[in-house]
C-alpha cells in the first residue's frame, strides 16, 4: 500500500514540487497556457503538496484575502489517481484555512468537475462562465461556520468513566495499535496504564487540578468525541491534551480543526495558558501542526513534545 506525505507552506522548496507537478498535469497533459499557471502569485501562496515517495503526486494552492481564501491549481498526478488524492488535498485545505479562521474557500471549477466539489460541501455562487472555445467555469464557495458550541462533558462518576475507558480502549485498538509494538500495545491494554491514568485523576494533592476525562457533545446534543486532559495550575498553565478522539464516522468532514478551537477556548476557560501533546503517528502529527503545534522538547522518554500557546479570546463552551 502506497504511503503518502503531506506537506503544507509557502517555502520556495515545497512551491518548486508543487510547480513540478503542475507542469506535468496542466501544461504537458492538458495543454494549458504556461502563463496561466504560473501567473506571478506563488510567492504569497500557501502550498499544499502530497508526496508518495519523495516524488510530488498531488497538490493545490491557497491564496488569502483576509477571511476569504482562493484555492487553485488542484491537480493530481495520472499515475495516482483513484487513490482519493483530490479529496485529500481538499480536505487539508479546508483544515488549514479553518485553523486560519477563514470564513470561506472560493474556486473556479471546470464543468465537468463541479460535482466533484460539490460532494465536499462547497456550492455555486454567482454565474457560470462560458467560453468562446466552449470552455465552462463554474464559481463556488464553501462556507467555514466559525463560531461552533461544543460540549465539553467532565466525566466523573463510575458509569461515566467506565464508559469512557470502553470508548478509549476501542479508539487505540482501530487507531494506535497499528503503529505500536506489541509491548506498548499490552501497556496501553493492561492495568499499568488504566491506574497511572486513575491516579492522576485522583491525585489533588498540594491543590493540583486532577486529570479530566470529558465526552464531547455538538449544539444538538449528539455526541462526537472525547478527550483527555491535564492542567498543571500549579506549574506554569500546560495543558497536556493526553488523548483527543473524533467519532470515526464523523471524520475528514473539517470537524475536527473546529472541536480542537473549542476545545483551547475551553482549557484556557480552565486555567490553561497553553497545550502541549505528544503523538503516536504522523497523522495525528499533521493534524495538530495544521492547528499551530510546532515541536517544544523531548520528555523523559525521548519522545518529542508539540506546544501550542493559547490565544486570545474566541468562542467558549
Not at 502550498?47 to 488542484?74: E, M
Not at 464557495?141 to 476501542?170: C, G, H, M, P
Not at 491543590?207 to 479530566?212: A, R, V, W
Not at 492542567?231 to 473524533?246: P, Q, S, V
Request: proline residues 2%; contains cysteine; hydrophobic residues 40%.
Amino acid at each position: 500500500m502506497e504511503k503518502f506525505i503531506t506537506k503544507i507552506g509557502s517555502s520556495s522548496a515545497l512551491c518548486e514540487f508543487a510547480d513540478e507537478l503542475r507542469r506535468k498535469v496542466f501544461i504537458e497533459e492538458q495543454g494549458v497556457p504556461a502563463d496561466e499557471i504560473f501567473d506571478g502569485l506563488n510567492e504569497k501562496a500557501v502550498h499544499i503538496v502530497i508526496f508518495a515517495n519523495d516524488f510530488p503526486v498531488a497538490t493545490a494552492r491557497l491564496i488569502n484575502k483576509k477571511s476569504t481564501w482562493r484555492i487553485g491549481l488542484v491537480a493530481v498526478d495520472k499515475l495516482f489517481r483513484g487513490n482519493k488524492l483530490g479529496e485529500k488535498v481538499m480536505q487539508n485545505a479546508i483544515d488549514y484555512v479553518t485553523a486560519q479562521a477563514g470564513t470561506e474557500i472560493i474556486l473556479s471549477a471546470q464543468q465537468q468537475v463541479s460535482e466533484f466539489y460539490r460532494k465536499l460541501g462547497f456550492e455555486q455562487f454567482g454565474e457560470i462562465t462560458v467560453f468562446e472555445s466552449g470552455f465552462v467555469l463554474v464559481p463556488m464557495r464553501y462556507l467555514i461556520k466559525q463560531v461552533d458550541q461544543f460540549e465539553f462533558r467532565k466525566l466523573n462518576t463510575d458509569e461515566e468513566v467506565a464508559s469512557f475507558w470502553e470508548k478509549l480502549y476501542q479508539y487505540h485498538k482501530q487507531d494506535l495499535f497499528a503503529y505500536m509494538d506489541e509491548e506498548e500495545q499490552k501497556y496501553f491494554s493492561g492495568t499499568e496504564y488504566y491506574d497511572a491514568i486513575m491516579d492522576l485523576k485522583t491525585n489533588t494533592k498540594d491543590g493540583q487540578l486532577p486529570l479530566e476525562m470529558v465526552f464531547i457533545y455538538d449544539e444538538s446534543g449528539h455526541y462526537i468525541g472525547f478527550a483527555m486532559y491535564k492542567i498543571y495550575n500549579t506549574e506554569d498553565g500546560k495543558a497536556f491534551i493526553l488523548e483527543f478522539c473524533i467519532d470515526r464516522l464523523l471524520r475528514n468532514k473539517g470537524l475536527g480543526i473546529r472541536v480542537a478551537k473549542a476545545f483551547e477556548n475551553y482549557l484556557k476557560a480552565n486555567g490553561a495558558t497553553y497545550l502541549a501533546i505528544n503523538t503516536s503517528n504522523q497523522d495525528n502529527l499533521r493534524f495538530w501542526q495544521r492547528f499551530g503545534f510546532a515541536p517544544a522538547e523531548a520528555d523523559e522518554w525521548g519522545n518529542m513534545t508539540y506546544t501550542k500557546m493559547i490565544e486570545g479570546d474566541d468562542n467558549e463552551s
